[in-house]
Protein backbone atom coordinates (compact mmCIF):
# COMPACT_ATOMS: atom_id res chain seq x y z
CA UNK A 1 0.00 0.00 0.00
CA UNK A 2 1.11 3.21 -0.58
CA UNK A 3 2.29 5.76 1.87
CA UNK A 4 -0.01 8.74 2.49
CA UNK A 5 0.99 11.70 0.53
CA UNK A 6 -0.50 15.36 2.59
CA UNK A 7 -0.27 17.74 0.29
CA UNK A 8 -1.67 15.43 -2.47
CA UNK A 9 -4.80 14.82 0.41
CA UNK A 10 -4.76 18.69 0.63
CA UNK A 11 -4.75 19.38 -2.86
CA UNK A 12 -7.49 17.19 -3.45
CA UNK A 13 -9.93 18.63 -0.24
CA UNK A 14 -9.23 21.94 -2.33
CA UNK A 15 -9.71 21.11 -5.59
CA UNK A 16 -13.04 19.43 -4.55
CA UNK A 17 -14.53 22.38 -2.42
CA UNK A 18 -13.55 24.75 -5.31
CA UNK A 19 -15.48 22.64 -8.22
CA UNK A 20 -18.34 22.65 -5.08
CA UNK A 21 -17.45 26.43 -4.59
CA UNK A 22 -17.66 25.53 -0.77
CA UNK A 23 -14.82 25.90 1.46
CA UNK A 24 -12.95 23.37 2.92
CA UNK A 25 -14.22 22.40 6.01
CA UNK A 26 -12.14 21.83 8.82
CA UNK A 27 -11.14 18.32 10.03
CA UNK A 28 -9.09 14.95 8.71
CA UNK A 29 -8.99 14.43 5.20
CA UNK A 30 -10.82 10.93 5.41
CA UNK A 31 -12.83 11.94 7.94
CA UNK A 32 -14.34 15.22 5.88
CA UNK A 33 -15.03 12.76 2.74
CA UNK A 34 -15.88 9.27 4.80
CA UNK A 35 -19.74 9.77 4.57
CA UNK A 36 -19.63 10.55 0.69
CA UNK A 37 -22.07 13.34 1.12
CA UNK A 38 -19.09 15.55 -0.21
CA UNK A 39 -18.62 13.19 -2.67
CA UNK A 40 -21.61 12.64 -4.04
CA UNK A 41 -22.38 16.17 -4.48
CA UNK A 42 -18.92 16.70 -6.31
CA UNK A 43 -20.50 14.10 -8.71
CA UNK A 44 -23.17 16.00 -9.24
CA UNK A 45 -21.75 19.20 -9.96
CA UNK A 46 -19.52 17.06 -12.85
CA UNK A 47 -22.68 15.52 -13.77
CA UNK A 48 -25.99 17.06 -12.42
CA UNK A 49 -28.38 14.26 -11.40
CA UNK A 50 -26.04 11.41 -11.50
CA UNK A 51 -26.48 11.16 -7.74
CA UNK A 52 -30.30 10.78 -7.31
CA UNK A 53 -30.65 10.31 -3.76
CA UNK A 54 -27.49 11.47 -1.53
CA UNK A 55 -28.13 10.14 2.61
CA UNK A 56 -27.18 13.32 4.75
CA UNK A 57 -27.44 11.04 7.50
CA UNK A 58 -28.35 7.84 8.92
CA UNK A 59 -26.43 4.31 9.92
CA UNK A 60 -23.34 3.37 8.45
CA UNK A 61 -24.62 1.03 5.94
CA UNK A 62 -26.82 4.00 4.67
CA UNK A 63 -23.45 6.25 4.80
CA UNK A 64 -21.81 3.79 2.61
CA UNK A 65 -24.38 3.90 0.10
CA UNK A 66 -23.25 7.73 -0.67
CA UNK A 67 -19.80 5.87 -1.67
CA UNK A 68 -21.54 3.34 -3.97
CA UNK A 69 -23.70 5.83 -5.66
CA UNK A 70 -20.34 8.06 -6.10
CA UNK A 71 -18.21 5.15 -7.13
CA UNK A 72 -21.54 4.22 -9.75
CA UNK A 73 -21.31 7.75 -11.14
CA UNK A 74 -17.42 8.47 -11.64
CA UNK A 75 -17.40 5.05 -13.50
CA UNK A 76 -20.04 6.68 -15.78
CA UNK A 77 -18.36 9.78 -16.17
CA UNK A 78 -15.19 7.75 -17.43
CA UNK A 79 -13.05 7.07 -14.20
CA UNK A 80 -11.67 3.61 -14.95
CA UNK A 81 -13.04 0.79 -12.94
CA UNK A 82 -8.77 -0.45 -12.13
CA UNK A 83 -8.76 3.47 -10.58
CA UNK A 84 -11.94 3.32 -8.30
CA UNK A 85 -10.74 2.80 -4.39
CA UNK A 86 -13.19 0.55 -2.60
CA UNK A 87 -15.77 1.67 -0.33
CA UNK A 88 -13.45 0.29 2.54
CA UNK A 89 -10.92 1.92 1.39
CA UNK A 90 -12.29 5.08 2.69
CA UNK A 91 -15.07 4.26 5.36
CA UNK A 92 -13.13 1.65 7.11
CA UNK A 93 -9.89 3.74 6.58
CA UNK A 94 -8.17 0.61 4.68
CA UNK A 95 -6.33 2.20 2.01
CA UNK A 96 -6.62 6.27 2.10
CA UNK A 97 -3.58 6.50 -0.74
CA UNK A 98 -6.04 4.74 -3.12
CA UNK A 99 -9.19 7.34 -2.45
CA UNK A 100 -6.56 10.02 -3.46
CA UNK A 101 -5.39 8.00 -6.33
CA UNK A 102 -9.03 7.74 -7.46
CA UNK A 103 -10.31 11.46 -7.21
CA UNK A 104 -6.75 12.64 -8.91
CA UNK A 105 -8.20 10.35 -11.86
CA UNK A 106 -11.32 11.86 -11.34
CA UNK A 107 -9.38 15.21 -11.73
CA UNK A 108 -7.57 14.26 -14.61
CA UNK A 109 -11.36 12.65 -16.59
CA UNK A 110 -12.82 16.35 -16.20
CA UNK A 111 -10.14 17.09 -18.89
CA UNK A 112 -12.05 15.28 -20.88
CA UNK A 113 -15.28 16.60 -20.62
CA UNK A 114 -15.56 19.88 -22.32
CA UNK A 115 -18.98 20.93 -20.82
CA UNK A 116 -16.50 21.13 -17.06
CA UNK A 117 -15.06 24.43 -17.07
CA UNK A 118 -13.96 24.25 -13.23
CA UNK A 119 -10.41 24.01 -11.68
CA UNK A 120 -8.55 21.34 -12.55
CA UNK A 121 -6.27 18.70 -10.79
CA UNK A 122 -3.33 17.26 -11.90
CA UNK A 123 -1.22 17.49 -14.78
CA UNK A 124 -2.97 18.69 -18.15
CA UNK A 125 -3.52 15.40 -20.10
CA UNK A 126 -1.88 15.01 -23.36
CA UNK A 127 -3.48 15.54 -26.72
CA UNK A 128 -4.16 12.63 -29.18
CA UNK A 129 -1.31 12.96 -31.69
CA UNK A 130 -2.80 10.72 -34.79
CA UNK A 131 -0.21 10.91 -37.69
CA UNK A 132 -1.36 10.05 -41.09
CA UNK A 133 1.08 8.78 -43.65
CA UNK A 134 0.64 8.76 -47.53
CA UNK A 135 1.38 5.09 -49.73
CA UNK A 136 4.70 6.96 -50.89
CA UNK A 137 6.41 7.65 -47.47
CA UNK A 138 4.98 4.29 -46.42
CA UNK A 139 7.26 3.06 -49.16
CA UNK A 140 10.31 4.97 -49.35
CA UNK A 141 10.55 3.92 -45.20
CA UNK A 142 9.90 0.07 -46.63
CA UNK A 143 12.94 0.50 -48.91
CA UNK A 144 15.02 2.29 -46.02
CA UNK A 145 14.30 -1.06 -44.01
CA UNK A 146 15.44 -3.35 -46.46
CA UNK A 147 18.51 -1.31 -46.88
CA UNK A 148 19.15 -2.00 -43.24
CA UNK A 149 18.74 -5.58 -43.19
CA UNK A 150 20.76 -6.19 -46.48
CA UNK A 151 24.31 -5.12 -44.53
CA UNK A 152 24.23 -8.88 -42.79
CA UNK A 153 23.05 -10.73 -45.76
CA UNK A 154 25.28 -13.53 -46.25
CA UNK A 155 27.03 -12.99 -42.33
CA UNK A 156 26.65 -16.29 -40.14
CA UNK A 157 27.70 -17.18 -36.95
CA UNK A 158 29.50 -20.06 -38.25
CA UNK A 159 33.42 -19.77 -37.64
CA UNK A 160 32.41 -18.17 -34.44
CA UNK A 161 35.19 -18.40 -31.99
CA UNK A 162 33.22 -19.63 -29.34
CA UNK A 163 33.65 -22.41 -26.95
CA UNK A 164 32.65 -25.09 -29.15
CA UNK A 165 35.73 -24.34 -31.58
CA UNK A 166 38.38 -24.06 -28.41
CA UNK A 167 41.31 -26.20 -29.39
CA UNK A 168 42.40 -28.24 -27.09
CA UNK A 169 46.33 -28.47 -26.87
Known amino acids: MAPRNKEQEQEVLNWVF ?19 IWLCKLANKLAP ?23 AAVKKYGVPEEEIFQTADLFERRNIPQVTLSLYALGRITQKHPEFTGPTLGPKMSDK ?4 FTEEQLR ?7 LQMG ?7 SGHGGFGNARHM
Open 18 to 36: AVLGEKVPSGQYEDILKDG
Open 140 to 146: AHEGELN
Open 49 to 71: GSVKKIQERGTNFQLMENIQRFQ
Open 129 to 132: NERV
Open 151 to 157: FNKGATQ
